[in-house]
C-alpha cells in the first residue's frame, strides 16, 4: 500500500489483537453507555449524575452553574482547572479605577480552588464582565476563569466569568419530551 499523504512515511506498523480482549473492551463500553442511559431516562437531578473532580471538571463550560462542582470544589485543586474559581461575599461596592475604565473588587473568598482569604480582584473591564454592574456589597458571587499568578493573587482575563449566584439559573433535567405528530 502506498501513502498518499505528504507528511507520513514509512512502513505501517501491524498491532496484534486479541478477539476476546476487544469483546471485553466492547461489552465494558455498552455496560457504561446502559447505565448512562439508564441513569439519564430515570430523570434524576443533575446532582445524582454529576462526578466532580478536576480531570472531569477542568473544561466544563457549567462550572459556575453546577452545585456538585461547588460542593467538591477545594484548594486542593487549585492549578488543575482551566483557571481559578472562587466563590464569596463582595465585601465593599466595586470601586472604579483607571478613571472609570475598569472596576476592583474585594471579595471574601469562602469556597473554591483557592484558600478561603480576602482577595482585591482587578481590572475587571465592565464591557466584558457585565454582571458587574449590578453588583453590590454583600452579594454572594462566583468567578470562574481566574489567573493564579505565582505569588497566589488572582487577576481576572478576558475568560474570567463573574456572577452573582442569586442571578445564576437553576439547572434541571427536562422529561422526555412527547413526540409531535405529523
Not at 18 to 46: F, G, H, I, Q, W
Not at 112 to 135: C, T, Y
Request: glycine letters at 8%.
Amino acid at each position: 500500500m502506498t501513502c498518499c499523504h505528504p507528511g507520513i512515511a514509512g512502513a505501517g506498523v501491524e498491532v496484534p489483537l486479541d478477539p476476546s480482549d476487544c469483546t471485553r473492551e466492547a461489552a465494558e463500553a455498552v455496560a457504561v453507555l446502559d447505565d448512562y442511559n439508564a441513569k439519564v431516562t430515570t430523570c434524576p437531578t443533575p446532582e445524582q449524575l454529576a462526578a466532580p473532580s478536576p480531570s472531569t471538571c477542568k473544561w466544563c463550560s457549567f462550572k459556575l452553574l453546577c452545585a456538585p462542582f461547588w460542593s467538591a470544589v477545594g484548594p486542593d485543586w487549585s492549578g488543575q482547572l482551566d483557571g481559578a474559581v472562587v466563590e464569596g461575599v463582595v465585601r465593599e461596592s466595586p470601586r472604579a479605577i483607571h478613571g472609570g475604565a475598569a472596576v476592583s473588587l474585594a471579595i471574601d473568598v469562602q469556597n473554591g480552588s483557592e484558600e478561603v482569604r480576602q482577595v482585591q480582584l482587578a481590572p475587571l473591564n465592565p464591557k466584558v464582565h457585565s454582571a458587574i454592574g449590578a453588583i453590590t456589597a454583600g452579594d454572594r458571587v462566583r468567578l470562574v476563569g481566574l489567573r493564579a499568578r505565582p505569588d497566589g493573587s488572582l487577576v481576572p482575563t478576558p475568560r474570567t466569568v463573574l456572577a452573582r449566584i442569586e442571578d445564576l439559573p437553576a439547572v434541571t433535567l427536562a422529561a422526555s419530551m412527547p413526540t409531535q405528530s405529523k
